[in-house]
């Protein structure tokens, strides 16, 4: 799916069961939605995009952020906004969020993640930013080994 240039919001678009890539034009400012989309896996992010909620309950494995986009980074299969904020974790068994993040993002971390290490720099998280029912650990200013 392409969101075309014209769209400067895009809310809304759940539960799109067969949607795999998802391209979001350079025009695009805010996306809040494709919740509940089971087969997504790329998401290609446009040089205007500042906000990015959703996703919840969609696996996405790979996001490329435009290089002229002053708002994300992908890097380690982790897309972070302004360099403070975890927006999303690829689905690994066990995470250290980087020192420097003071926040993490609804639905941030997914998937069957037994163990958390979370930076002294955090100040806060968004609700459901960890939505994994396998967790088992969860270390604040830490590393738990």
Do not use: W
């Not at 067969?18 to 896996?41: Q, R, W, Y």
């Amino acid at each position: 799916m392409t969101i075309a240039n014209e769209f400067v919001e895009i809310y809304g678009c759940n539960n799109l069961n067969k949607l795999k890539t998802l391209i979001i034009g350079d025009t695009v400012i805010k996306v809040n939605g494709f919740n509940n989309c089971p087969s997504i896996t790329s998401v290609k992010i446009g040089k205007q995009v500042a906000e990015i909620q959703g996703f919840k309950q969609s696996v996405v494995s790979n996001f490329s952020v435009g290089s002229d986009n002053e708002h994300f980074e992908y890097s380690s299969g982790c897309l972070y906004k302004d360099g403070i904020t975890l927006c999303r974790t690829n689905n690994y068994s066990s995470f250290t969020v980087k020192e420097g993040i003071v926040n993490i993002q609804s639905y941030a971390i997914q998937g069957n993640l037994s163990a958390l290490n979370l930076p002294s720099s955090l100040k806060s998280f968004d609700e459901n930013a960890i939505t994994s029912s396998e967790i088992k650990v969860i270390c604040f200013g830490g590393n738990y080994n």
